[in-house]
């Protein structure tokens, strides 16, 4: 029994352990192992550049992301721990870094441009909570900079047909092209669902005329180009040692009578190059892939960088979620002329979730089964475990035992035998053996003769009445004697069942409430 309770003690410390390290200190991990980037390994983040913090693809999830309907369990069940995930990522890997500026660089949603308008607000609503972002705007200093996505307000062949997702992502999110500084750095953000849309689009008008209005060749401030929907690579162009998913190529879908877009995973070449000679960035930021990505694009004034970037939700075909520290330098108030403005970047990796909860489970059975084959009297009632000490102790006393063992051969009596010349000589007495009797015959030895003892042949042979009965006793008491052993196997398998149960319920009495507290923690608004 004290093995039993010993054996309950220490799992419910691995448990805690597991909770506590599954739902708080694997995000403390990711914070820890990621820092600032600077320009040598040497040295810190100075103090006059600008911190970003890069957000892609939170892409929450809704009545379009399963299947299912919105009232369902299994889906209210996703996307409570999606939401929490993506939550802990932003409070507890992201928020400790004290960044300057927070940018998203779109799919906030996921299935945006279909919801009605009171499910987007709903998404909507979570999306705050998600990222405090009520929080966030009660503190002037942290900026938050947004994309338009293709889960947002789709591709130029739906939106051109419903305009009125655009003014519903516009009116809580700003203007889908616009410019902002950070530094002496200034990132342009272009609405890459409208680029490659219908010739005669609005749209897709307005967006160029955005991107032709903004000079080229302004030096002392470098543009960083915000697109979702990432730029034109060749087919199986290789992404870097950061991607975990297979390369996707190329794929466009063009709608009916020149009516746009109506998917695409890359923009086109041609508008790739001609977004990169009309901006000439020195960096280039994109999501839409959901992995990472990293690729350098060749150009008549140099190659130039695009880092795409992997989604932070677990959920969305990633295994490993990510997001990205950027620093640009130096401030607009440094006034020194001799610090050359620049961009570094620094990719961080989240928490494998999928692996947390795939560590639950196999904890979960591992726990059954210790619970339900551990002995009663611990392990030193192995029969395997007792034959193997008893092995080591017979092998440690053959090598380490100092006193021989006695011979048999050596006992006896001597007697003391002198010879002719009068010297004494000690003469071992010869010992005779019993002869062994059997049960059926004698032999007795008499010179070359042998006499055998004969049989009785007169014996009186049993009753067959008494060989009856007796037979019926034995029968008796085999039949009770397995109906004893049957009772003593169930009783055996209910008191196993019950300390298992009983096992299980202070297990749960002890962490349960550990696991609500971390859940609550985490998804109240501070």
Same mark, same amino acid.
């Given at each position: 029994?004290?093995?039993?309770?010993?054996?309950?003690?220490?799992?419910?410390?691995?448990?805690?352990?597991?909770?506590?390290?599954?739902?708080?200190?694997?995000?403390?991990?990711?914070?820890?192992?990621?820092?600032?980037?600077?320009?040598?390994?040497?040295?810190?983040?100075?103090?006059?550049?600008?911190?970003?913090?890069?957000?892609?693809?939170?892409?929450?999830?809704?009545?379009?992301?399963?299947?299912?309907?919105?009232?369902?369990?299994?889906?209210?069940?996703?996307?409570?721990?999606?939401?929490?995930?993506? +939550?802990?990522?932003?409070?507890?890997?992201?928020?400790?870094?004290?960044?300057?500026?927070?940018?998203?660089?779109?799919?906030?949603?996921?299935?945006?441009?279909?919801?009605?308008?009171?499910?987007?607000?709903?998404?909507?609503? +979570?999306?705050?909570?998600?990222?405090?972002?009520?929080?966030?705007?009660?503190?002037?200093?942290?900026?938050?900079?947004?994309?338009?996505?293709?889960?947002? %307000?789709?591709?130029?062949?739906?939106?051109?047909?419903?305009?009125?997702?655009?003014?519903?992502?516009?009116?809580?999110?700003?203007?889908?092209?616009?410019?902002?500084?950070?530094?002496?750095?200034?990132?342009?953000?272009?609405?890459?669902?409208?680029?490659?849309?219908?010739?005669?689009?609005?749209?897709?008008?307005?967006?160029?005329?955005?991107?032709?209005?903004?000079?080229?060749?302004?030096?002392? $401030?470098?543009?960083?180009?915000?697109?979702?929907?990432?730029?034109?690579?060749?087919?199986?162009?290789?992404?870097?040692?950061?991607?975990?998913?297979?390369?996707?190529?190329?794929?466009?879908?063009?709608?009916?009578?020149?009516?746009?877009?109506?998917?695409?995973?890359?923009?086109?070449?041609?508008?790739?190059?001609?977004? @990169?000679?009309?901006?000439?960035?020195?960096?280039? @930021?994109?999501?839409?892939? $959901?992995?990472?990505?990293?690729?350098?694009?060749?150009?008549?004034?140099?190659?130039?960088?695009? $880092?795409?970037?992997?989604? %932070?939700?677990?959920?969305?075909?990633?295994?490993?979620?990510?997001?990205?520290?950027?620093?640009?330098?130096?401030?607009?108030?440094?006034?020194?002329?001799?610090?050359?403005?620049?961009?570094?970047?620094?990719?961080?990796?989240?928490?494998?979730?999928?692996?947390?909860?795939?560590?639950?489970?196999?904890?979960?059975?591992?726990? %059954?089964?210790? @619970?339900?084959?551990?002995?009663?009297?611990?392990?030193?009632?192995?029969?395997?475990?007792?034959?193997?000490?008893?092995?080591?102790?017979?092998?440690?006393?053959?090598?380490?035992?100092?006193?021989?063992?006695?011979?048999?051969?050596?006992?006896?009596?001597?007697?003391?035998?002198?010879?002719?010349?009068?010297?004494?000589?000690?003469?071992?007495?010869?010992?005779?053996?019993?002869?062994?009797?059997?049960?059926?015959?004698?032999?007795?030895?008499?010179?070359?003769?042998?006499?055998?003892?004969?049989?009785?042949?007169?014996?009186?042979?049993?009753?067959?009445?008494?060989?009856?009965?007796?037979?019926?006793?034995?029968?008796?008491?085999?039949?009770?004697?397995?109906?004893?052993?049957?009772?003593?196997?169930?009783?055996?398998?209910?008191?196993?069942?019950?300390?298992?149960?009983?096992?299980?319920?202070?297990?749960?009495?002890?962490?349960?409430?550990?696991?609500?507290?971390?859940?609550?923690?985490?998804?109240?608004? $501070?």
């Amino acid at each position: 029994m004290q093995s039993a309770t010993r054996l309950t003690l220490l799992l419910c410390a691995a448990w805690a352990a597991t909770v506590l390290y599954g739902e708080m200190g694997a995000y403390w991990a990711s914070y820890l192992v990621c820092s600032w980037p600077s320009s040598s390994p040497s040295s810190s983040l100075p103090n006059n550049h600008v911190k970003i913090a890069v957000v892609a693809d939170p892409q929450l999830m809704d009545s379009s992301s399963l299947g299912l309907p919105s009232s369902s369990v299994a889906l209210q069940a996703a996307e409570f721990y999606t939401d929490l995930n993506m +939550r802990r990522s932003f409070q507890s890997a992201m928020l400790p870094f004290k960044p300057d500026v927070v940018l998203f660089l779109g799919d906030h949603f996921d299935g945006g441009p279909y919801l009605s308008d009171e499910e987007w607000q709903e998404s909507l609503f +979570r999306f705050k909570h998600i990222f405090s972002l009520n929080e966030q705007r009660s503190k002037p200093h942290v900026p938050i900079y947004y994309l338009s996505g293709n889960h947002d %307000i789709g591709y130029s062949a739906f939106f051109s047909v419903h305009p009125e997702v655009l003014g519903r992502y516009e009116k809580e999110f700003g203007s889908r092209n616009y410019q902002f500084s950070a530094g002496k750095v200034d990132f342009v953000v272009i609405d890459a669902q409208t680029l490659d849309g219908a010739k005669k689009s609005k749209e897709r008008s307005s967006s160029w005329e955005f991107v032709k209005s903004l000079s080229p060749g302004n030096a002392s $401030h470098p543009k960083v180009l915000l697109t979702h929907i990432p730029l034109y690579r060749p087919d199986n162009t290789p992404c870097g040692p950061h991607r975990s998913s297979p390369i996707i190529n190329q794929r466009v879908s063009y709608a009916a009578l020149d009516q746009g877009i109506t998917y695409q995973n890359y923009l086109t070449k041609e508008t790739s190059d001609l977004l @990169l000679s009309l901006l000439k960035p020195v960096l280039v @930021l994109s999501g839409h892939d $959901h992995d990472q990505c990293t690729v350098v694009h060749s150009t008549p004034f140099g190659p130039v960088t695009e $880092h795409t970037l992997g989604t %932070i939700s677990w959920q969305q075909g990633n295994l490993y979620p990510s997001f990205m520290l950027l620093s640009a330098g130096p401030k607009l108030s440094q006034n020194s002329t001799d610090m050359k403005p620049e961009v570094m970047t620094n990719l961080c990796f989240l928490p494998k979730q999928t692996h947390i909860y795939i560590w639950y489970i196999c904890q979960f059975a591992l726990t %059954i089964l210790l @619970l339900v084959f551990w002995p009663t009297n611990g392990l030193g009632s192995l029969p395997c475990l007792n034959t193997f000490i008893g092995f080591k102790r017979s092998v440690g006393a053959e090598l380490f035992s100092r006193t021989k063992e006695k011979n048999d051969e050596d006992d006896g009596e001597y007697e003391m035998v002198f010879d002719a010349e009068g010297s004494m000589h000690l003469v071992k007495k010869a010992v005779a053996k019993a002869p062994s009797a059997s049960s059926d015959s004698r032999a007795i030895g008499r010179g070359s003769v042998v006499a055998r003892a004969t049989a009785g042949k007169h014996q009186l042979e049993p009753d067959s009445s008494v060989l009856v009965e007796m037979g019926s006793e034995m029968t008796s008491d085999d039949g009770a004697k397995l109906a004893r052993t049957s009772k003593l196997k169930v009783r055996k398998v209910l008191q196993r069942l019950f300390r298992v149960i009983q096992s299980i319920v202070v297990i749960a009495a002890l962490n349960v409430p550990l696991y609500m507290m971390l859940l609550f923690k985490d998804w109240i608004d $501070h």
